[in-house]
């Protein structure tokens, strides 16, 4: 039987999770699923989606090479959203968070 109350019965986009948004949306008994793709094949594809190239004037590798490793790094993000530890900010861990285990198990 059709639940007549949601309006949706699939939520299927890239997105920063939000549970509560997502819940609300969906109802509280959806199954949530996710993929994860390995980093470097989510940063190779973030860089040319985002056509990083054009915008840093800089080619991939030459990109790479031009980190600064400091501990600072995971705060730079492109277009507010696009950086370091890309699948853990979109399952919405805070950047703050990226490198604090507990907050990532949670």
């Not at 989606?49 to 990109?63: D, G, P, R, T, W």
């Not at 980190?67 to 979109?90: A, C, F, I, K, P």
């Amino acid at each position: 039987m059709l639940d007549t109350g949601k309006l949706y019965d699939i939520f299927n986009l890239h997105t920063v999770w939000n549970k509560t948004a997502v819940r609300d949306l969906l109802g509280p008994d959806a199954l949530y699923i996710t993929i994860l793709r390995h980093p470097v094949d989510v940063f190779e594809s973030l860089y040319a989606y985002a056509n990083f190239q054009s915008v840093l004037k800089l080619n991939i590798h030459e990109y790479i090479k031009s980190l600064d490793m400091s501990e600072t790094l995971h705060y730079h993000r492109v277009n507010q959203y696009l950086g370091l530890n890309q699948q853990l900010y979109d399952l919405g861990v805070p950047v703050t968070d990226l490198f604090n285990e507990t907050a990532i198990q949670e």
